[in-house]
């Protein structure tokens, strides 16, 4: 059974940092790209970064630069590291896997993990 949970969100303030992680069983995690989606309140998902089992990264333009995603193999984890954060971030993050042989056609969700920017 595939399952992902992911962990780390939280109350920050402006400007401060967050690491993401996603922990994921059931299935070959090194075969797969993993993306990082979010939800703000009220608001529909935004697809916010990607990375291929090779290591190759994208981003959206609205993270880009403040956001860095990275994967652990050996531990089957994805992580996504978010500095300069900003209120416009707050957000569910949701890890999700794709469908074999696809980047974005997504057949699994974690639960989500939530992160408030606020001061």
């Known amino acids: 059974e595939v399952q992902l949970v992911e962990s780390g969100g939280g109350l920050v303030q402006p400007g401060g940092s967050l690491r993401l992680s996603c922990a994921a069983s059931?299935?070959?995690?090194?075969?797969?790209?993993m993306s990082w989606v979010r939800q703000a309140p009220g608001k529909g998902l935004e697809w916010v970064s990607v990375?291929?089992?090779?290591?190759?990264?994208s981003y959206a333009d609205s993270v880009k630069g403040r956001f860095a995603i990275s994967r652990d193999n050996a531990n089957n984890t994805l992580y996504l590291q978010i500095n300069s954060l900003k209120p416009e971030d707050t957000a569910v993050y949701y890890c999700?896997?794709?469908?074999?042989?696809?980047?974005?056609?997504?057949?699994?969700w974690g639960q989500g993990t939530q992160v408030t920017v606020s001061s």
């Open positions: 999700a896997k794709p469908e074999a042989g696809t980047l974005y056609a997504y057949d699994y």
């Open positions: 059931g299935f070959t995690f090194s075969s797969y790209a």
């Open positions: 990375i291929d089992s090779g290591g190759s990264t």
